[in-house]
């Protein structure tokens, strides 16, 4: 009985809804652009844009948490939006912050990978330059509550606007820039709650943490570490990277990957607000489908992440192993050839290796050996080490152990920089790929490394097989995760504010001919949603293989007017960033 009149009450509710239309998008713009019509989000300038009125009620209703952007670079020019902006101490903060991971996750709204935002106001020496948004949102909420979210995403939706979520600006890809857009930036998020033993459905009972959207995996590493008994999440390589937003809705690779599986695979819960604005829960039994679509699907797809439940496992002792080779010529390539040839052995031994290629250098920070001590990891190793003396390879390396992966990770993994400017592709090589053509594989990382072409190409590889733990996981990230054993980004530098044909070519030479010589090495592999190419071919097929079409439908289903968007992510073909990665509009 009780089940017959909610759902009556709940169909009520729906025939109520949908008889009064919720969004703007009936009078969206209509815009020609290369010969083709679109309709368009709404933009300053555009009469649907919100009147100040709209922004003023809005900011009342998220607590005074909206401002209007102005990018911090502005405090080194003399003007930004007709204002006087400049400032020497900002100036110089804004100089010395550039570069730091740390000093852009706590920004409104940079991005530490600046190619996307188009380079329209860095921090510069030259003041009487000019600075403009480029692509930064226009306006930010500072979300401080997840009703806070909530109001930016109903704002959004009803007044057609481009709608974008950030956290830390992290992300390779662009997807925390957005042109014109209102952007909701969840940092603030930082509620971290462990639990000895997991009630909620799915069946796990062992231990869990809930994690607010805000929280970056350093700082959970630290308070897993700090717990009695200790514990280990799986988080990224990356200390800064955030754990439950673009990170877990794409996969989430890390060091604990080979032995606990992917971050995605051990979320059991989500706390989410929807595109139609509400709170939900997805989990394994609340909106199941919801939940596997998290699981992997893509960032800013299917729901705004206000928090995560993860497992949590047992901390092990932990050993890592530093490598370099520093050559050139077939010598080198022989190393790189050794080392890379056994990712299939390192990973059944449950291991993670992070390295850092270019034509000249293997840089192996760490191997990372959980439950291993000195003479494990060595006696793991050897094949490594006696193949490169037969090859005559010159190295230096260094084995330590540690009591926890923890003490591992602070010690031997290396913070990094921020502030660079390029374009990211990047392959996922199966055992089947390395078994049958590794030295194919390595002669492609060689064609790659060697393709600069005035740019500076660098493989940054992550040996990581996901598959062990959880074989059989149904989730939305590409089953050939579960075959996987080796994963590399790659890059090609260019400048945001180059010429239009410049960044063409640069996207050519890493579309066609770096990430190309990576694809055709391996039959088998995929590319990786949160670290590829935004112009993959095939993308669909290449990030998510035969979970796609679900994904796709899912799409429909939980934001069918299109309020969330990322580039190269599920249902996103009928829309495109026209006029050179502007404006956000769907073809008609
Ligand atoms: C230096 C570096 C190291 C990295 N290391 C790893 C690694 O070890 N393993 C790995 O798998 N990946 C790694 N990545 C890639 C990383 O997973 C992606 O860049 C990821 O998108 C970052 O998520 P974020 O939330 O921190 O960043 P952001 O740039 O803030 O957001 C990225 C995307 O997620 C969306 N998003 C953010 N928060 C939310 C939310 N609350 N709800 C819904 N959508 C949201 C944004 O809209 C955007 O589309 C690394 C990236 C960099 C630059
Ligand atoms: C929102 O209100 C706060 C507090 O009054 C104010 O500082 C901020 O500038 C306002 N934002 C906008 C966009 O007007
Ligand atoms: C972005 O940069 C390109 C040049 O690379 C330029 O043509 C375009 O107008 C810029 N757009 C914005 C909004 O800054
Ligand atoms: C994974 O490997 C198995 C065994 O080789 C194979 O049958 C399966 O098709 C592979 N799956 C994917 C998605 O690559």
């Not at 062992?206 to 630290?222: I, K």
């Not at 009695?228 to 989430?252: F, H, M, R």
């Not at 993670?352 to 990891?377: A, C, R, W």
């Amino acid at each position: 009985m009780a089940i017959l009149s909610s759902l009556i009450s709940s169909l009520l509710l729906t025939s109520l809804f949908t008889a009064i239309p919720t969004t703007a998008q009936d009078n969206a713009p209509l815009v020609n652009w290369n010969g083709r019509q679109y309709r368009c989000k709404c933009y300053k300038g555009d009469s649907c844009w919100p009147s100040a009125a709209s922004w003023a009620a809005l900011n009342s209703t998220v607590g005074g948490n909206l401002f209007k952007v102005v990018p911090p670079g502005a405090s080194c020019y003399n003007t930004f939006d007709g204002q006087n902006t400049y400032s020497q101490q900002q100036c110089s903060a804004a100089n010395t912050g550039w570069r730091s991971e740390d000093w852009h996750a706590d920004q409104q709204v940079t991005n530490m990978w600046t190619f996307w935002t188009n380079n329209t106001c860095n921090p510069t020496t030259n003041r009487v330059g000019t600075c403009t948004l480029g692509h930064l949102p226009e306006f930010v909420i500072m979300a401080k509550t997840r009703e806070h979210i909530q109001a930016g995403i109903n704002f959004a939706r009803t007044n057609n606007l481009r709608l974008l979520i950030r956290n830390t600006g992290h992300d390779f890809m662009g997807r925390s820039a957005g042109f014109g857009s209102l952007a909701i930036n969840t940092h603030s998020f930082k509620s971290v709650q462990f639990v000895k033993t997991y009630t909620g459905p799915g069946g796990w009972t062992g231990s869990a943490v809930t994690v607010g959207a805000g929280v970056q995996v350093r700082e959970l590493y630290r308070l897993a570490n700090q717990q009695s008994p200790k514990v280990v999440v799986v988080g990224g390589e990356c200390p800064t990277v955030g754990l439950a937003g673009g990170y877990i809705q794409g996969g989430g690779h890390g060091p604990m990957a080979s032995y606990y599986g992917m971050a995605a695979d051990n979320a059991i819960a989500f706390s989410v607000v929807t595109a139609s604005g509400d709170f939900v829960t997805a989990d394994a039994e609340s909106n199941p489908d919801l939940f596997w679509a998290l699981r992997g699907g893509g960032p800013s797809t299917y729901a705004a992440i206000v928090s995560v439940t993860v497992k949590t496992f047992p901390e092990v002792p932990t050993a890592g192993v530093s490598l370099s080779i520093r050559s050139t010529g077939d010598l080198f390539w022989k190393g790189v050839t050794a080392f890379h040839n056994l990712a299939n052995h390192y990973v059944e031994n449950g291991m993670f290796v992070y390295y850092e290629l270019t034509s000249s250098s293997l840089t192996v920070q760490p191997f990372v050996g959980p439950n291993m001590d000195k003479t494990k990891i060595e006696a793991v190793l050897k094949p490594l080490f006696d193949k490169l003396r037969a090859d005559g390879v010159q190295y230096t390396s260094t084995t330590r152990e540690f009591g926890t992966f923890f003490d591992m990770y602070t010690a031997m993994f290396q913070d990094e920089g921020a502030g660079a400017s390029g374009l990211v592709g990047g392959r996922l090589f199966t055992k089947r790929d390395i078994a049958e053509n590794g030295d194919g594989i390595v002669r492609a990382y060689r064609t790659a490394t060697g393709a600069a072409g005035g740019g500076f190409s660098v493989i940054i590889g992550h040996i990581v097989g996901p598959g062990t733990a959880y074989p059989t996981i149904s989730n939305a990230i590409h089953p050939a995760w579960r075959n996987a054993s080796s994963f590399s980004i790659t890059m090609v530098n260019v400048e945001g504010n180059a010429p239009l044909s410049q960044k063409a070519a640069a996207q050519d030479r890493l579309t066609n001919v770096v990430d190309k010589a990576l694809r055709d090495a391996s039959p088998y592999g995929a590319a990786y949603v949160n670290e590829g190419n935004l112009e993959e071919p095939n993308w669909q097929e290449a990030f998510w293989g035969s979970n796609y079409p679900r994904l796709k439908e899912l799409k429909a289903k939980w934001d069918p007017e299109g309020v969330f968007y990322a580039r190269t992510t599920p249902g996103t073909e009928m829309w495109e960033q026209i006029e050179s990665g502007s404006r956000l509009c769907r073809t008609v």
